[in-house]
């Protein structure tokens, strides 16, 4: 049983996820003590919950302490299992840090699995489920037959109400045992070898707001806010998507993504508040993409995050704008199942290069 103090670093929930991500594909039983008990509210919370009870079924899993408040998970990994399922947070809980942890599950299951989630597509200290389609999604799905995030709802705090499709057909035509086995899977699957940034080749911009905010032009005004600051930096113009939808609150968000000629692609996201003009909405996007696309990295902020794990298992380098403690904590956690010295920094360059 590994044993992952859940305080260390940053000790935030991204250490649940990453723990069950690779407890599952490795079939490595983990303790996790200390969970969250530097935050305000202690503990697992109602979106790792979620995460857990799907794994229960998707994985067989079997599970001590996962109840709200616990500081204390042990996880025990069986075989994965196709199926349909379908999972409701009854909240706006964040469906894109779920997927953080199903979605890498999904695509080493031996046949098709289709996920249902009813949540919160664009809710704060998340990630975007557009930047999730968009940026994340295209680096890992070589790993999968297909697979792919359809959008059918949107949901906004406080109501949530979205309803995100997940539908994947894993790789492996059998269930993998170890790390030796994942890593064979792995090779030709996945590249991550990313250290060189090119020029920009295609730049999106996508702009979301309810119904209601039509008449307000919201969704036009998210979209000059961000066009003014791409063009004071001298940015390409983007390719632009303008949407309406109706959903049970209302919420407005922007997320753009570049491609480049070196096959990088890198994103942002900012959601839309009362009292926040629209055109700072856009405009904070645009700035965040612009900051990290300007540090020389080959990946943003969040794909830091959540490409460490992928490093891990199957090699490769990267680029970050910076380091986060979540990027270190993650690293942290990675080098417990995977070994220490797995991961090498080198910080003066921002490089996160993977020894396997």
């Known amino acids: ?13 991204q250490v649940v996820r990453t723990c069950l991500f690779l407890s599952t594909v490795l079939k490595i039983p983990a303790r996790i003590k200390n969970v969250r ?18 794994l229960k079924k998707l994985a067989s899993a079997e ?6 408040g616990s500081t204390e998970l042990t996880y025990v990994p069986g075989e994965l299992r196709p199926g349909s399922y379908s999972v409701d947070f009854g909240s706006a809980g964040s469906i894109s840090l779920f997927l953080q942890a199903v979605l890498p599950v999904s695509l080493f ?32 799905s070589g790993v999968a037959r297909f697979v792919r995030i359809e959008v059918v709802r949107r949901g906004y705090r406080p109501a949530g109400g979205g309803l995100v499709r997940l539908t994947a057909e894993g790789g492996p035509s059998e269930e993998l045992k170890d790390l030796k086995s994942v890593r064979e899977f792995l090779k030709g699957r996945l590249s991550l070898f990313k ?6 080749k295609r730049l999106h911009l996508l702009s979301v707001a309810e119904e209601r ?3 307000r032009r919201v969704v036009e005004r998210q979209v000059k806010g961000a066009l003014d600051l791409l063009r004071e930096k001298g940015l390409p113009e983007p390719e632009v998507y303008r949407q309406y939808v109706k959903s049970f609150s209302i919420g407005t968000s922007v997320t753009m993504w570049l491609e480049d000629t070196e096959g990088n692609i890198m994103g942002a996201d900012s959601l839309g508040e009362k009292g926040k003009p629209a055109e700072t909405v856009g405009g904070e996007c645009a700035q965040k993409l612009w900051e990290d696309w300007s540090s020389g990295a080959t990946v943003d902020r969040h794909l830091a995050d959540h490409l460490v794990p992928w490093l891990g298992l199957a090699g490769g380098s990267v680029r970050v704008p910076l380091f986060t403690g979540h990027l270190e904590t993650n690293i942290w956690v990675c080098e417990r199942f995977l070994g220490d010295g797995t991961f090498r920094v080198v910080r003066e360059e ?7």
Request: aromatic residues 4%.
């Open 1 to 13: 049983m590994l044993e992952i103090d859940g305080s260390h670093g940053e000790g935030g929930g």
């Open 37 to 54: 008990v530097k935050r305000e509210r202690p503990g697992l919370r109602r979106q790792h919950l979620h995460i857990i009870r799907l």
């Open 109 to 140: 299951v031996p046949g098709k699995v289709e996920i249902e989630i009813v949540g919160g597509t664009e809710v704060p200290m998340s990630p975007t489920v557009d930047w999730v389609r968009f940026v994340y999604l295209p680096h890992i």
């Open 213 to 215: 905010l039509r008449e």
């Open 195 to 200: 250290r060189r940034r090119g020029e920009i």
């Open 63 to 68: 599970v001590e302490g996962d109840t709200l």
């Open 350 to 356: 921002g490089i996160v290069e993977a020894v396997v």
